[in-house]
């Protein structure tokens, strides 16, 4: 067993440890459906993964590549519509259950993502799919994951459009705004894991990679982020890997080339 | 309407007939499931343009329209086409080059939007979008707002809960109804009346189909309506929401059908190739959509082998090991 591994295996597998047994996991497509098949292959056979599209607890014995593929509708519990879908988000009895796996062109220090636009939103250097389902998780369930290239561009002081609510501006301005608690909660990059802090909503660096410093973290983050309590990741064990390589994407459809 | 009244046309007549320069229209499906590919390659091929486009989710169909040039105006959640182009790219170039107009929505929005239609309401309550762009950036000028009839004065309304805090919220986003001209869906089964059977997710076409005005519905089968009868909760949408009904095997190519077919992963790639640059759309319109007369004689251009490669297995529904890089 090759125990190096890439900057995707550890970021699937950092996410798929935020899953716990009995959670709906709210999947996208790529990396954050791996991480949510990873998880229910290691550490939690009895969490759920669910689609926006209506496909509740779907077999997956091929990767889907969106959330509209076939692949998702074959031996669901149910096929039902997109209203049923967020629905069972916005509802609280099932919504609470529920974890999200987003991504975005850009974070803020407060966890709000971007998903619409870089530049001017009338005129956009690029424009990006929109929200989708993004804004409507973000909005309705406690816990997200956002899975995140850490680049300077992309951990910004400004973002330049709020297509889903995280902390807003912090500091209690998400429920001052009308919104439940939650959002995104935790941010898997390839640098490290980061987490916000419950007063002032504030991301702080919680875990760096073996091979990271917190600096090399902050280097590439435009915003302050406390550091003083960061701790070394426990690096992916044999188990996560072989079942991550050999069960959920043998192909590396996903995983890309190995290391 | 008669209860026996057989809606059955070419699709070239139901095209013409219903979808009308500077229309309002949706499509059904999902990104790269289930869109109406022959109705959307009819309608460009018939030159209709202005249309008005509301989408959740859209894909395939949504790319094919605004590269024609068929779209003015749009409102949306999620412009995307799975691996091939995970943000379409005509839709992407058309809003950089300030070509068409936009709004931006949540999916949720835009299906409590097409299900407010459907329930003759004007407008629905959601908790999402509080404290975000998609409430307080609008992209529709307001001078069109307020003189176009058809489109509402406000894109979405934050407002208190009448209720005081009951169900734990203060405010809600209401968004409006929509009720478009014409909504187009193509469905695995559909009698001539016009009653339906979708197998597999429904998205949120039944939300979109009785929101509408007119609506087509293109069939991979035409079933007799004793099939449909026999089994009725097995139908999503019965007859009287149906103008039209046209039977289009393969109607949803290149995107995928459920039980009948998948997804052609070689031919998206080859649209998403075309579509970077606009002479290359250009070229691969002429070729693909301009170049062949009707529906039938473009599956006869992509072949047999390319159609039987997508097959779907009768047990999960999808093509089995299909080639998907």
Known sequence: MDMSYTPKEIMT??????????????????????????????????????????????????????????????????????????????????????????????????????????????????????????????????????????????????????????????????????????????????????????????????????????????????????????????????????????????????????? | MDNDTDKTMPLQEAVSRYVKKGAHISIGGFTLNRNPMAAVYEIIRQKITDLHLYAHSNGTGLDELIGAGCISKLEIAYGGNGKAAPTCIRFAKAIQNNDILFEDYSNYMMSLRFMAGAMGVPFLPTLSGLGSD?????????????????????????????????????????????????????????????????????????????????VIVTCENLVEKAELRKNPDMNQIPFIHVTAVCHVPFGGYPTAVYGHYDYDSQYLKKFAAAAKDKDAFKAYQDAWVYGVNSHEQFLQQVGKESLAAIAADPETGYSVNMKRD
């Open chain 2, 134 to 214: 998609i409430v307080s950036t609008w992209g529709f000028p307001e001078s069109l707002r307020r003189s176009d009839p058809k489109i509402v004065d406000r894109k979405l309304a934050v407002v208190d809960n009448p209720f005081g805090n009951w169900g734990g919220a203060k405010k809600v986003v209401a968004v409006p109804a929509i009720t478009p001209d014409v909504t187009i869906i193509h469905v695995q089964k559909a009698d001539a009346m016009g009653t339906c059977s979708i197998k597999g997710l429904a998205f949120a076409d039944v939300e979109q189909v009785k929101a509408s005005r007119h």
């Open chain 1, 13 to 259: 597998i950092m996410a798929a440890r935020e899953i716990k047994n009995g959670d709906i996991v709210f999947s996208g497509t790529g990396i954050s459906m791996l991480a949510a098949m990873a998880a229910k292959k290691i550490n939690a056979p009895d969490s759920v993964i669910f689609f926006e599209t209506g496909a509740m607890d779907s077999l997956l014995e091929e990767i889907p590549f969106a959330v509209a593929d076939p692949r998702i509708m074959y031996w669901a519990a149910a096929n039902s519509s997109l209203t049923d879908a967020f629905a069972t988000m916005q509802n609280r009895i099932t919504g609470d259950r529920v974890i999200a796996i987003l991504g975005a062109a850009q974070i803020d220090m407060y966890g709000n993502l971007n998903t619409t636009c870089i530049g001017d939103y009338f005129s956009p250097d690029i424009r990006f799919s929109g929200s989708g389902g993004g804004c409507d998780v973000a909005s309705f369930v406690p816990r997200c994951i956002a899975f995140m290239q850490h680049e300077k561009r992309k951990f910004v002081n400004q973002l330049d459009y709020l297509t889903s609510p995280g902390q807003l501006s912090g500091n209690g301005s998400r429920e001052a705004a009308g919104l439940r608690s939650g959002g995104v909660s935790v941010v898997v990059t390839n640098l490290g894991v980061m987490r916000f802090d419950p007063d002032t909503g504030k991301m702080y660096l919680d875990q760096y990679y073996p091979g990271t410093t917190p600096g090399m973290i902050l280097e590439n983050t435009q915003f302050h982020m406390d550091v003083s309590q960061a701790v070394q990741a426990l690096p992916p064990t044999e188990k996560e890997l072989r079942i991550l390589r050999e069960n959920c994407d043998p192909q590396r459809l996903i995983l890309g080339p190995a290391g």
